[in-house]
Each structure stands twice: as structure tokens, then as C-alpha cells.
T-cell receptor, first 110, second 114 residues
Framework: GQQLNQSPQSMFIQEGEDVSMNCTSSSIFNTWLWYKQDPGEGPVLLIALYKAGELTSNGRLTAQFGITRKDSFLNISASIPSDVGIYFCAGPGSARQLTFGSGTQLTVLP | NAGVTQTPKFQVLKTGQSMTLQCAQDMNHNSMYWYRQDPGMGLRLIYYSASEGTTDKGEVPNGYNVSRLNKREFSLRLESAAPSQTSVYFC?????????????FGNGTRLTVT
């Protein structure tokens, strides 16, 4: 199946700092999705990208669909304590289903 | 609007016991999914049901069975639980209106097999 490499695995940042994380795939994608999972809950969709080069924002979050169609980036500006959680990228897998990256665990220190 | 509801929230089983995880969605979605989440491995697809009356294997189906009871409900059964099935299980649903429609997840069932 498709391989998604997500980095970094974990991040510890100070409140107010900006955050960047990325995902790369072993093949060309036509869709990138970014999810966030709060502790003890299921993942929730943050941003969906459907076009190479697309840049989409959702509040302080901005995601980009890489021009090569093999990568995607998620940036969080001016982090706050409620940004804590696991961030997952997702894209097309085998059998036309989604496949997920291994996640980036974000910790925001006061 | 409850979205996707999973029961139970927590379960402890002994090796060899069986159990069924329940999932129901109230969004009139056609497709439903079962994922497992293990530390450092993200979410892996166990089984999915593209529409009522159909089910298909995902990436890690061994040791599991599923039933799409109706459009709303999709259950996951462990016939003989093993410690390797200790995990957090998530049910999800999506609309078929677009390929790779975003998934809506429940809050998970935390299963421990001793």
C-alpha cells in the first residue's frame, strides 16, 4: 500500500511559537487531508486539499498541497495550549481508501 | 446531532474471549469504517463498508469480523481476543459524494486484552 512519512514524531514548543510539520508519500496524491486528535477523542478534520499548489487556511492553521504532489505541510501560528494533540496527515491508500501518517504529537508549554 | 457513537468506551478482555464493538452514525452516510490506533503507527484500516450490504477487508483484517447491520450501524467482532489486539478502535463514516470524502470519527473504544 501507499507509504506516508510524517515528521516530526513529536514536538515540544512554547506557547506563542509557530509550528511546522510535514508529510511525504511514496507516490503522487490527488488529495491531502489533515486531522487533529484531542486526548481521549477521535480525529477531527482540519483541512482538506485537492489541488497541487493549493494553500488553505483555517484560522491559525495553514496547509499546503506540495507542487510535486508527493508532500503536504501544516503550519500553526502563535500556538496556544488547546493546540495540544496529535496531528495526522491522510491521503489515498490502496482500495481507494484513506491511509494515515503515524502522527505528530504536539505539546505546548506555558 | 450525535454524529458517530461507539460503545463501549472501555473494555478489558481475557485472551480467548469474544466481544462485539458497536458503532452507529446519524448523518445518513453511506460508508463506514473500522480503524485501530496503536502508538507510533497512526490509524490502520481493519474493515470498511462502502455501502449498506457490502463489506471489504482493509490493511489489518486478521482476527476480526464485521457486520453492516443497516445503513446506520456497523459492528466489529473479535471472536477470540489476543493481546496483540490491545488497541484503541475507532469507527468512522463518510459520504460517498466525493472520492476520499473526509471521515467523521467516533470517540473510540479502548480495549485491553490480558
Amino acid at each position: 500500500g501507499q507509504q506516508l512519512n510524517q515528521s516530526p514524531q513529536s514536538m515540544f514548543i512554547q506557547e506563542g511559537e509557530d509550528v511546522s510539520m510535514n508529510c511525504t508519500s511514496s507516490s503522487i496524491f490527488n488529495t491531502w487531508l489533515w486531522y487533529k486528535q484531542d486526548p481521549g477523542e477521535g480525529p477531527v478534520l482540519l483541512i482538506a486539499l485537492y489541488k497541487a499548489g493549493e494553500l488553505t487556511s483555517n484560522g491559525r492553521l495553514t496547509a499546503q498541497f506540495g507542487i510535486t504532489r508527493k508532500d503536504s505541510f501544516l503550519n500553526i501560528s502563535a500556538s496556544i495550549p488547546s493546540d495540544v494533540g496529535i496531528y495526522f496527515c491522510a491521503g489515498p491508500g490502496s482500495a481507494r481508501q484513506l491511509t494515515f501518517g503515524s502522527g505528530t504529537q504536539l505539546t505546548v508549554l506555558p | 446531532n450525535a454524529g458517530v457513537t461507539q460503545t463501549p468506551k472501555f473494555q478489558v478482555l481475557k485472551t480467548g474471549q469474544s466481544m462485539t464493538l458497536q458503532c452507529a452514525q446519524d448523518m445518513n452516510h453511506n460508508s463506514m469504517y473500522w480503524y485501530r490506533q496503536d502508538p507510533g503507527m497512526g490509524l490502520r484500516l481493519i474493515y470498511y463498508s462502502a455501502s449498506e450490504g457490502t463489506t471489504d477487508k482493509g490493511e489489518v483484517p486478521n482476527g476480526y469480523n464485521v457486520s453492516r447491520l443497516n445503513k446506520r450501524e456497523f459492528s466489529l467482532r473479535l471472536e477470540s481476543a489476543a493481546p496483540s489486539q490491545t488497541s484503541v478502535y475507532f469507527c468512522a463514516s463518510s459520504d460517498l459524494s466525493a472520492i476520499y470524502s473526509p471521515l467523521h470519527f467516533g470517540n473510540g473504544t479502548r480495549l485491553t486484552v490480558t
